[in-house]
């Protein structure tokens, strides 16, 4: 039995990296919250790479599956 843990992986990385971006436009202009991180919106780009390598990673899944049928 083979092991794929791509799948779960990227859904979970997609959705957090959703959630994640849509906090992070959301709360843009609180110049208060990101004064600590030198006033750049780290939900935001946190959540995109994110989003980012969790699509990586379901493209992979489906290739692979793909290669196996």
Known sequence: MKLDIKLP?????TLFGITLTLY???TGNDASLYAKSLD????????L?????????????R????EKD
Do not use: A, C, E, R
Request: hydrophobic share 65%; net charge positive.
């Open 49 to 61: 790479v994110m989003l980012i390598f969790g699509l990586l990673m379901l493209m992979m899944s």
């Open 24 to 26: 992070g436009l959301f």
């Open 40 to 47: 750049i919106n780290v939900n935001l780009w946190t959540g």
């Open 9 to 13: 992986i990227g859904l979970l990385f």
């Open 63 to 66: 290739k692979s599956k793909k």
